[in-house]
């Protein structure tokens, strides 16, 4: 009995340190068929951009005239641009700066959503009231409006592009954060802190923010692909990345001129987009399912 007992006990914090959230969380999202072909795919798709030397198989901005306007065929698995430039490799790069933008941009709005946020929901008062105004502000116009108004005012380039699409994102995540932190503030411990004399930095920093990030990350991930979109966009009209740069947006306002004659010029980049964008909103579905309490399933 005694031996039992000792086993048990050996036992026992060994399979508690066994328990991983992230592994917890790993496991749920692979029950998930749409959230595991997202992956596969965004997975595919990031790994052929990080090793754009080696994957693709021409210099994405070498001009060659004679080979201007070749349909997909076996030289060129996507074909030519109307400059003979092999249309894969400037997909395969372009995904680089597409993906860069979605990434840095959402970052940008997550970060400074969370401290508006944060603020705005736990102190209350006439903080609340002002960053509530601002939101409202920016708010007032369409969204792909904003995005194009600030790249306007900043100018054309890809820095500016992305600092453009993250302030029009801001509005979105100041909100959620706000709405999250007035719940959470209810809380028993978070009024026992209170309390106890603890500093509202304190408070924010280690008992709030840790409670709203389920939703701030199910946003990014969704954010991401809603600002590809939006990057793409300013790049077709000119407000982006330039060229000769291989960017996805660029690429499609290459190839609108020549649609009956290049086809392909615009298909494939719109397909790139279509995919990544896809890809990254059924993992992030995904990952709602599985962070949302209401939604998890034994």
């Known amino acids: ?27 749920r999202l692979l029950k998930k068929p749409g959230a595991v072909v997202g992956l596969v795919v965004l997975a595919v798709i990031i790994m052929s951009t ?50 860069t933008i979605g990434i840095i941009s959402t970052g940008i709005a997550t970060s400074t959503g969370i401290i508006l946020g944060i603020l705005s929901g736990f ?58 932190v007035l719940s959470a503030k209810e809380n028993t411990y978070i009024q026992a802190a209170t ?29 991401i692909a809603g600002a590809i979109l939006t990057g793409a966009s300013l790049s077709y009209l000119g407000m982006g990345a330039q060229p000769p740069t291989p960017e996805w947006g660029v690429m499609l306002s290459d190839g609108r001129n020549y649609m009956q004659r290049g086809w392909w010029i615009c298909t494939f980049p719109g397909i790139a987009i279509m995919l990544t964008v896809i890809s990254i909103n059924l993992v992030g579905d995904g990952l709602r399912d599985v962070l949302d309490p209401r939604l998890k399933s034994p």
């Open 50 to 99: 990080i090793f754009a030397p080696q994957v693709a198989p021409y210099d994405p901005v070498q001009i060659n005239p004679s080979k201007a306007f070749r349909p997909p065929g076996a030289g060129n698995l996507l074909g030519t641009d109307h400059f003979g430039r092999d249309l894969l490799s400037r997909i395969i790069y372009g995904g680089r700066l597409s993906l």
């Open 195 to 223: 309390a106890l004399g603890c500093p509202d930095f304190i408070i924010m920093l280690r008992h709030i923010l840790p409670n709203v990030m389920a939703p701030i990350i199910v946003m990014v991930t969704l954010s």
């Open 123 to 180: 102190l209350g008062g006439w903080v609340d009231s002002l960053i509530g105004r601002f939101l409202d502000i920016l708010l007032a116009f369409p969204g792909l409006l904003l995005t194009l108004g600030v790249a306007v005012t900043l100018g054309a380039g890809l820095q500016n592009l992305m600092i453009a699409v993250g302030i029009g994102s801001i509005p979105g995540f100041a909100r959620l954060v706000r709405g999250t």
């Open 1 to 27: 009995m005694t031996a039992e007992i000792r086993q048990t006990t050996a036992t026992a914090p060994s399979q508690e340190k066994a328990y991983s959230p992230l592994g917890d969380l790993a496991r």
